[in-house]
């Protein structure tokens, strides 16, 4: 499932067991080869944790992909390349939030040629990024096993015209429930599953406008309004926010008229005491460590091959 | 007087709508200016939807142009979808521009830029939406000025009720001379209201104003005369010329936006015009002379460009980019300064010939061969002398010879149909040549692993060009012509299987040609269209033949013409067409005399290479070819840390 791998996007195309000395020009149909020597191998590895803000939340994960893409070229990142006819810089992308969600806690992780200090890379990045696609953190990657230390997301969920009584009903509601079947249309139809056991908390509070933690310069909202925090665990199926507000519908009848404004607050490894999500950067930030490079990593940088 | 932004409100809607991120703008290297410290403010819009408006070089050139002047602000507006006008409409939410959400309505002008006449009933709806008046007669000194250019408005007619004035030609300087006159008039307070701004635009003899000019008709549906009705309004207005493109360098920083879009590329035109003559091209007729963009003007604008943007590939546009003087050193001057850099290259007009193959391997060294494209046009020899398509099947053959023998796996080739004197024979010569093709293909690459792809599209006569007094091949005409060509190609037991046909049946043709060659009586038929909900007319799924037909119907009777009347019907020399007086500069008799040429078969060269023919384009304009060679080669940018060892 998309929520527990890293989605690889780098192009798998062409050029998987060639040679390193140049092809020579005009060759036969069908067997033409890049000239030149094989992509340079990445020497090191670069986990970046970025925002979706404001209204930018709209972007959606393929609208990031190209923009973060062309920000490194304009940056001149010293990027690994995959081979082949149309190479492609190296990134790989974790669990993105759904379009029109908001986000402080996305993540993915770059492979470079040439190492670089991840504060500076950050700042450089975060400059070349539009304003809203902020790039917040950064650490030299250790270890390969990135994406299953994302156990669990947290949520907030603005409900600008539901009271907080109102929201407070609700998910009281919910929580007293063993199941909450929900329905969610997908590409191949209308999928009914369990939206209860993945939610692991769900509480509401009052907030004055703009009293969220996330600034919202442009957003609606001028009388109090209830905000929903939810913590889900990143099961299969997935259990979105969207889902969570189906089964606040399904179990309280909660039908807000106005769109919940969603923001991502955090993701990464579950504290199952406190039910909490930490920092999944955690091992990465703990030195010295296994160092990061092409050996033992989830991207294959070796000559000859490809990711 | 305090302008709000409408993003609250759109806000609100956006979660229900398709691909909301086209509406949120924040582009890189936008632009939003403080409303209150700008005395002039333009809202451009390209009336189809942002995926094919935001990378029109058009619309961008002019808002950088415009925003760099100290005092003026220009910001962006498409149209949008369906679903989001509805929501709109039930919320009271106005057309708004992409930059700041500002309202429509605001602004000074409203510049609409028009590549094709489909996007005629998308701009009723951005007036509507806009709050403004969709008639330009009940507007007020309070509404923007309705400002149409672009290729489409060098017959702006059939929308004269609904725009105040129109603008041919280039636009760059033409938009800060009508800022200028703008601005003068608030400065001095709007003296004289909406008519005296009018006014002034129009006695610079730059500035079309239709409801200064009274449209006389005889009897039989024609046109009698043109005639201004006021004092100091021009008989004839003028199209604008650039000379120079290096002393306009635009776009400088492109437009990247978040959305995706149907052209992503940094795009620089390196020559602007096109003297080649083929009949049919209404760009190449109304765009003359022909000037280029020096190579190292080039040079700069692509560093600059990929520096501001970070795309990752590059079009080289013109109308026939193979057709500038230092192509060959241009391609590789380019392909060895980006060879490092993963930077594609790409040439989107070209001709047929073997230099061209060359070119296409140069700009794709290290990338995929994947297809070729050339445009014959027309499918025999004779139906190519008509249109001045000088492009021999012995030309042909021996290019994608080469084409298939240096690696590229599939050609196409792009045709029309309905063509002047067309007869269902010269159709199906197109099946012969596309045979001949994968003959020779199969012989070069010694694989039968290759493909053709036939690509039709409707011939539609245009304004300003010597197929202006062209009879348009009916629909039923064209649709039975293009079924038997299918039928012979699919029927060719040998070939069949590797040419791919593509063809557009011949309704929007029609509609298309109602448009192009409408007077202003067309216009009662764009607005019976919209008011019945017609929209996006470019889009497949939009387009109803069937509504523009029966609108027809509704609104042309009372004027005693039809449909047939305006595209099937073959005009004469004394007739007055309805754009006569605006001045492209080609001269009537000229395009009469070429249009003869046409129907005896006969061709006639480019002028870049042979003497002069008088189309009548640098006299009547003051203007003449700009071409090189400049002799400059591309050096290398100096190396900064390239990062390639790692």
């Known amino acids: 499932m998309r929520t527990s791998v890293f989605v690889h996007v780098l192009s798998t195309k062409g050029g998987s067991s060639r040679a390193c000395r140049p092809a020579p020009r005009r060759e036969p149909l069908g067997k033409r080869q890049p000239e030149g020597p094989p992509p340079a191998p990445a020497v090191q590895r670069v986990r970046l944790r970025y925002t979706k803000r404001g209204r930018l939340r709209f972007t959606s994960h393929r609208d990031f992909q190209r923009a973060f893409e062309r920000a490194l070229r ?18 790989s992308y974790a669990n993105a939030a759904p379009t029109g969600t908001g986000s402080e806690a996305e993540y993915l992780e770059i492979a470079l040629v040439q ?11 975060d400059a070349y990024m539009p304003d809203g696609l902020d790039v917040v953190d950064a650490v030299e990657a250790r270890g390969s096993d990135f994406t299953d230390r994302l156990e669990a997301s947290e949520w907030e969920l603005r409900l600008d015209d539901v009271t907080p009584q109102e929201a407070a009903d609700a998910t009281a509601a919910f929580l007293a429930a063993d199941t909450v079947e929900v329905q969610r249309r997908t590409k191949k139809g209308v999928r009914t599953f369990d939206a209860r056991a993945a939610v692991l908390s769900l509480t509401s509070a009052a907030a004055a406008p703009g009293d ?62 406190s039910g909490t999500v930490t920092d999944p950067f955690a091992p990465d930030r703990e030195a010295p460590g296994e160092p990061s490079g092409p050996a033992g990593t989830s991207i294959a940088t070796a000559p000859g091959r490809t990711a | 007087m305090p302008v709000e932004s409408v993003f609250p409100q759109l806000e609100a809607l956006l979660p229900h709508v398709q691909k909301p991120i086209q509406y949120v703008g924040g582009e890189l290297n936008s632009t939003v200016k403080d409303w209150d410290e700008c005395d002039v403010r333009w809202a451009l819009m390209y009336p189809d939807a ?31 979808w369906p679903d989001l006008e509805k929501l709109m409409r039930e919320r009271g939410v106005p057309q708004f521009t992409v930059d700041a959400h500002r309202p429509v309505g605001a602004f000074d002008v409203l510049g609409v830029s028009f590549s094709t006449e489909l996007g005629y009933t998308n701009l009723l709806t951005a007036l509507d939406l806009s709050g403004i008046p969709l008639e330009s007669k009940d507007r007020t000194v309070d509404h923007p ?4 250019g672009g290729h489409a408005a060098f017959n702006p007619e059939p929308i004269a009720d609904f725009v105040d004035v129109a603008v041919i030609g280039d636009g760059e300087q033409a938009v800060l001379d009508v800022n200028a006159i703008i601005r003068a008039w608030k400065d001095e307070g709007r003296p004289g209201g909406r008519d005296e701004l009018l006014l002034r635009l129009a006695k610079t003899g730059g500035v079309y104003v239709p409801r200064f000019y009274d449209v006389e008709y005889l009897r039989d549906g024609r046109i009698s005369r043109v005639v201004p009705n006021r004092s100091g309004v021009p008989w004839r207005v003028s199209k604008h010329t650039v000379m120079d493109l290096d002393e306009w360098p635009y776009p400088k920083k492109p437009l990247v936006p978040l959305a995706e879009t149907v052209h992503e590329r940094m795009s620089v035109e390196i020559f602007r015009g096109c003297t080649r003559g083929c009949r049919f091209c209404q760009a190449g007729m109304i765009t003359r002379p022909v000037r280029e963009r020096s190579i190292t003007g080039i040079g700069e604008m692509v560093d600059k460009g990929l520096k501001n943007t970070g795309f990752e590939e590059v079009g080289l546009l013109s109308l026939s980019s193979a057709d500038h003087s230092e192509i060959g050193d241009i391609a590789k001057g380019l392909a060895d300064r980006y060879e490092e850099d993963k930077v594609g290259l ?46 021999s099947e012995e030309d042909l053959i021996r290019t994608v010879a080469t084409a298939y023998g240096n690696g590229w796996r599939q050609v196409k080739l792009y045709f029309m149909c309905g063509l002047p004197t067309e007869t269902d024979e010269d159709v199906l010569q197109i099946g012969d040549m596309a045979v001949n093709v994968i003959a020779k293909g199969r012989e070069v690459a010694q694989s039968n692993d290759i493909r053709c792809t036939v690509s039709i599209g409707g011939f539609v006569p245009k304004p300003h060009t010597p197929f202006q007094w062209a009879p348009q091949l009916s629909a039923e005409e064209t649709d039975a012509r293009l079924a038997k060509l299918r039928d012979k190609i699919r029927g060719d037991k040998k070939y069949g299987r590797s040419i791919g046909f593509r063809y557009h049946d011949g309704k929007p043709g029609i509609v298309e040609g109602l448009l192009s060659r409408g007077d202003r009586r067309v216009g009662a038929v764009i607005r019976e269209v919209w008011d019945q909900g017609g929209r996006f007319d470019g889009w497949r799924e939009y387009f109803s033949y069937d509504l523009w037909m029966d609108s027809a119907a509704k609104a042309l009777p009372e004027y005693g013409v039809d449909v047939d009347w305006y595209t099937t019907r073959e005009r004469s020399y004394e007739e007055v067409l309805p754009w006569d007086h605006l001045d492209s500069g080609l001269d009537k008799d000229w395009l009469w005399e070429d249009w003869q040429d046409a129907l005896d078969e006969t061709e006639v060269p480019d002028c870049r290479w042979d003497p002069c023919f008088d189309c009548g384009v640098c006299p009547q304009m003051g203007t003449d070819i700009q071409i090189g060679p400049t002799g400059k080669k591309l050096l290398p940018l100096s190396v900064v840390d390239s990062g390639a060892s790692g």
């Open chain 2, 346 to 391: 790409s040439l989107p007009s070209t001709r047929v010939d073997a230099f061209n193959i060359d070119l296409a391997n140069e700009l794709t060294r290290n990338g995929r061969r994947s297809g070729l494209t050339f445009a014959p046009e027309g499918g025999s020899e004779r139906i190519r002398k008509v249109i001045n398509k000088m492009v």
């Open chain 1, 212 to 273: 969220g933690p996330v600034r919202r310069a442009d957003g609606p909202g001028t009388a109090a309004c209830a905000i929903l925090r939810l913590v889900v665990r990143h099961l299969t199926p997935a259990v979105r926010p969207d889902d969570v507000l189906s089964g606040l519908r399904a179990a309280a009848g909660l039908a807000p008229q106005v769109p919940a404004t969603v923001t991502r607050l955090a993701q990464g490894p579950l504290d199952e005491e």
């Open chain 2, 145 to 148: 000025i309705v400002m149409a």
């Open chain 1, 115 to 125: 190492r670089r200090d991840p504060g500076e890379l950050r700042t450089l990045l």
């Open chain 2, 50 to 80: 942002y995926e094919v408006g935001l990378p029109n070089q058009g619309v961008m050139i002019l808002y950088e142009v415009l925003n760099e002047q100290e005092g003026v602000l220009a910001e962006r507006t498409y149209s949008v």
């Open chain 1, 74 to 91: 304009r940056a001149e990142v010293p990027m690994a390349y995959s081979a082949g006819f149309t190479p492609h810089p190296k990134v």
